[in-house]
């Protein structure tokens, strides 16, 4: 059974920071793509975030958060992290790991598994 958990977020301060990470159990972590992606409150549309190719030879990062985030993998545990820093308002939302299946890694129907989310709140 195929299972992606998240973990990690919570309420932050503009300009604080969280980690987050995401479990994988059940998928071929070593061989997959992983992106993370947001929801921002009232949208219901998913927006990509940032994404780590297997051999972490290759990131990815959405123009929004490029130089306050890095994705970053353990092939070893199967775990996926989002260090995120100099947070914003606008980072809140529910965020979601996702396992890649094939296709663009900015696109949200390239990934084949997702997590359940974990919220992101930032607010003083």
């Known amino acids: 059974q195929v299972r992606l958990v998240e973990s990690g977020g919570g309420l932050a301060e503009p300009g604080g920071s969280l980690r987050l990470s995401c479990a994988a159990f059940g998928v071929a972590f070593n061989s997959s793509t992983m992106g993370w992606f947001r929801q921002p409150p009232g949208k219901e549309e998913r927006e990509f975030v940032c994404a780590i190719n297997w051999s972490v030879s290759g990131t990815y990062y959405a123009d929004s958060v490029k130089g306050r985030v890095t994705i970053s993998r353990d092939n070893a545990k199967a775990v996926t992290f989002l260090q995120m820093s100099s947070l914003k308002p606008e980072d809140t939302g529910v965020y979601y790991c996702?396992?890649?299946?094939?296709?663009?890694?900015?696109?949200?129907?390239?990934?084949?598994?997702w997590g359940q989310g974990t919220q992101v709140t930032v607010s003083s």
């Open positions: 996702a396992a890649r299946r094939a296709g663009n890694v900015y696109f949200v129907d390239s990934y084949e598994y």
